[in-house]
């Protein structure tokens, strides 16, 4: 194989690699689209469902049936959450093995060092933030019963104000789900890339803007910006070590 062919099928597979993990990312967030979908339906027949004196009596038995669907909410949530920040470590890691081995190199020669701490601490970052969410969500819903049994809100309002604040929770959950799925995958990329660079001493990394018709400034000027696996990237004046790395600013790390 030329230099040229090893060239060609090592941007050949990272290619497929990258749609791969894009097919990934839209399933993460269509598990989050689909579980506070089902989440908006359940509280809805709950409160539909519900007699027309909103007393006292009745109000118990209200939240402790919606306290039991957001609490299945959120097992639901934690549990995509982990199968996706784990499918994104693999995908982070294949996104150097697949290209160098479509080149010819021996990816069985790299050793993989996996921090398993780091890996955990992410992981239980991210499903704290999925619970909160459906936490925040029933404090929220409650909030909104609260008006009805004072008067200040009529029943059929408070259906249309649940499933508007249960659309904005589903905006957070798709954050959380976004950025720590996608932190997992850039962790991956740099570690498998530590470990490789003893075998490849000329190993180098490269800043790429994501492709958004709205891409921030900053990482557009980053662009095309190539280091050493070790080196950080200058962007916007703060160094980064990869995309979302662990102290880097909300802003250049969210979504």
């Known amino acids: 194989m030329t230099d040229r ?23 993460g967030a269509g598990d989050v689209m689909r579980i506070l979908g089902k989440a908006d339906a359940k509280v809805r027949a709950i409160l539909a469902s519900a007699p027309t004196d909103w007393q ?51 990816a069985e020669l790299l050793t993989p060092v996996i921090n398993t701490r780091q890996l955990s601490a992410m992981r ?10 459906a936490a925040r969500a029933v404090e929220r819903i409650n909030g909104q019963m609260g008006l009805v049994i004072a008067g200040a809100q009529a029943p059929t309002d408070c259906l249309n104000s649940v499933s508007l604040l249960l659309q904005g929770e589903r905006g957070r959950a798709l954050t959380v789900m976004r950025t720590e799925i ?16 003893p075998y490849l001493p000329s190993l180098k990394k490269q800043w790429r803007k994501s492709g958004k018709l709205h891409g921030r400034v900053e990482h557009i ?35």
Not at 5 to 27: D, I, M, P, S
Not at 124 to 133: A, I, L, Y
């Open 5 to 27: 062919e090893r060239l060609a099928a090592f941007v050949r597979t990272q290619l497929l690699q990258l749609g791969k993990w894009n097919a990934e990312r839209r399933a």
């Open 56 to 106: 006292s009596y009745h109000l118990p038995k209200l939240r402790r049936a919606i306290e039991k669907a957001m609490e299945e909410t959120a097992l639901a949530l934690k549990a995509a959450a982990e199968a996706r920040q784990g499918n994104a470590f693999a995908y982070g890691r294949a996104a150097l093995d697949a290209p160098l081995v479509a080149a010819g190199f021996n």
């Open 124 to 133: 239980t970052f991210m499903t704290d933030r999925m619970e909160d969410v």
């Open 182 to 197: 996608g932190r997992a995958y850039s962790t991956a990329t740099q570690e498998r890339m530590d470990e490789a660079k």
């Open 221 to 255: 000027l980053a662009d095309g910006q190539i280091r050493d696996t070790d080196q950080p990237f200058d962007v916007g004046g703060e160094k980064i070590m990869y995309p979302r790395a662990p102290g880097v600013s909300a802003k250049n790390a969210i979504n």
